[in-house]
């Protein structure tokens, strides 16, 4: 690193180096065999040069390479057009303060191997004909250190272990499917053998229902997947300024239900999305963007933060061989005060796994979602499993019309994000069955 500053310095220009050295082990199962364990090493370089606010970038996954990344940065600054509202790089004054747990630390090939094994002899013993098809363990490690031409030298390191399986279920002709992730940043919850053959079980013999509208009970999991489209993108400060945001003026005007307040939360230790600063240097912080269905805040990175005049919320992400960019760091919404949501029911649709989320419009809400895995609720009774059916409607609108939500929170990893978020129950949706 010593050379790449002394090459950078004698540039006589503004630089920012984004480093990222990562470990990870990790197996593969396929069909209920664990088909091979790999641990491998690899250390990225980005680079970024500003000359008279024209920026260049370049990246290499070679470190001997640097000069010809550094000229590289070089070249493309020189012949790009000045960016008025660059910010300067990061400056001084954060440091590094999250590591890697003991418990993730002490994880090695043998262990991911064992407990893979563990969990295929665990599923089998609950039926001997759930088969996990595919999937595996992996541990990650990762130090991250930027340097700038500012002051800035923050350096910190994380890790986390993170599972990953395929179940499937065979009965006559009929293939049910279900899969499940799990992360953590210490101890792992391994017990994937029970909630695997619950779920299997339940989506045999699937109906078709009469289409109409219907209350909605989503899980974390698909809320959380709603909330990485359309919400991460209205509260973007990029968004807002180009105008493509739904919140667009929005500051201190209602925007969801009341009883709906999230923040964005870069420091608790022990969420999987928590660092002490981001990836352009600022320090991550405590960011409450919706207070009783309020807009109070947008999330920013250094350039919409200055352009806002409301300074950066911490929230830049990025790769060594990106540009930064505006992401969520822990998304957590306040817990309901319902401990069963399905006793609320009266006609419902619980949606457990949709199909197509990413083909929603983020901008304007719209989707029309397959319900992968659901069932029809019906007096706060589990009545089938659905079949061919489809739901559509406005994410705003839904948030918009929430009736209650669950006292329990579940952690769920997303995008390379994490949600911290209830169940939740709409007042209604569109639904189809073919």
Known sequence: MDEIISHLKKKCVDYEIYSVYSN??????????VSFT??????????????????????????????RCIDAALYSAKNNEPDKDFPGFGTSGVKGKIKPSKEVLGIDSEWISKTSKEIITDTKSRNKNIMVSEGGISKSLAKVRIVTSEGLDAEESYGKITASFGFSLKKDSIIENVGITKASEHKLDTTFGKEAAERLES????????????????????LAALLSESYAFSINAENVHMNKSRFCNMNNKPVFHKSISITDDGTTKWLLASRSFDSEGTKTRITKVIDNGILKSYISDRKYGQISKKGSTGNASRSASTLPSISTNN?????????????????AIYARGLLGVHTMNEATGDFSLGVQEGHLIKNGKVVCPLKGVVIGGNFFKIMNDVTAMSKKLENVPHSGCSYLVPYALFNSITATSG
Do not use: W
């Not at 250390?43 to 970038?57: C, E, P, Q, T, Y």
């Not at 998304?331 to 006609?347: A, Y």
């Open 24 to 33: 990870e082990t990790s197996n593969e199962i396929f069909n209920d065999r």
């Open 38 to 67: 790999a641990s491998g090493n690899a250390m990225s370089l980005g680079i970024r040069v500003a000359i008279d606010k024209k920026i260049g970038f370049s990246y290499t996954d070679n470190l001997k390479d640097y000069k």
């Open 203 to 222: 989506l045999f013999v699937r109906k078709s229902i009469d289409s109409g509208n219907y209350q909605l009970l989503l899980h974390p999991e698909t």
């Open 331 to 347: 998304v957590i919404m306040r817990p309901g005060t319902k401990n069963d949501l399905f006793s609320e029911c009266g006609k």
